[in-house]
């Protein structure tokens, strides 16, 4: 989650909005969800993928992927 995590700290204002509406969509899965923040960032979904935590079948972990993105959205978004 490195990659992300950067681009997060890195991120302007559109884009920090753009990542808390993809991560508050009940209707979207974590997958969609990291392949969704790969294109706000123009990364590619591939790396991101990779880099998420998996359990031991190789499925990304939804709860603790969703609370690392969302603990670095709240530091950002208090800076600015």
Not at 18 to 25: E, G, T, Y
Not at 55 to 64: M, Y
Request: hydrophobic share 40%; glycine share 2%.
């Amino acid at each position: 989650m490195k990659t992300l995590l950067n681009a997060i700290k890195e991120a302007d204002e559109v884009q920090i909005d753009a990542c808390w509406a993809i991560l508050r969509d009940i209707r979207l899965g974590i997958m969609r969800k990291l392949k969704c923040w790969s294109l706000v960032f123009d990364i590619d979904e591939e790396k991101i993928l990779n880099e998420a935590p998996k359990d031991n079948e190789g499925r990304i972990l939804d709860k603790s992927t969703r609370h690392q993105l969302h603990d670095e959205l709240i530091k950002v978004s208090q800076k600015n």
